[in-house]
Nanobody, 116 residues
Framework: QVQLVESGGGLVQTGGSLRLSCAAS????????MSWYRQALGKERELVAR????????NYADSVKGRFTISRDNAKNTVLLQMNSLKPEDTAVYYC?????????WGQGTQVTVSS
């Protein structure tokens, strides 16, 4: 059974930091590229960051470059999103996604709220 379980969300003040974690099981994690997406209330889901299966390449949305860092640990089947210098506009539900060869799996999401 494929599972992606996000954790680490919460309420933080502007300028604060959070680290999101996504624990994967039920598939060959090291074969899959991983991404973090977010969806704010009333808006479409958007890509935040992604990392290749071996972790050798990363990409970020312009809005988070220099503030967020995606990483993965294939030994622990985990992908992380370190979020620094948080802004109110980062408030959203954050989802992790695994994809490879046309297959994609999503987690259930974790809420991040940044207060001004």
């Amino acid at each position: 059974q494929v599972q992606l379980v996000e954790s680490g969300g919460g309420l933080v003040q502007t300028g604060g930091s959070l680290r999101l974690s996504c624990a994967a099981s039920g598939f060959t994690f090291s074969s899959y590229a991983m991404s973090w997406y977010r969806q704010a209330l009333g808006k479409e889901r958007e890509l935040v960051a992604r990392i290749t299966n071996a972790g050798g390449s990363t990409n970020y949305a312009d809005s988070v470059k220099g503030r967020f860092t995606i990483s993965r640990d294939n030994a622990k089947n985990t992908v992380l999103l370190q979020m620094n210098s948080l802004k109110p506009e980062d408030t959203a539900v954050y989802y992790c996604k695994a994809y490879w060869g046309g297959r994609a799996f999503w987690g259930q999401g974790t809420q991040v709220t940044v207060s001004s």
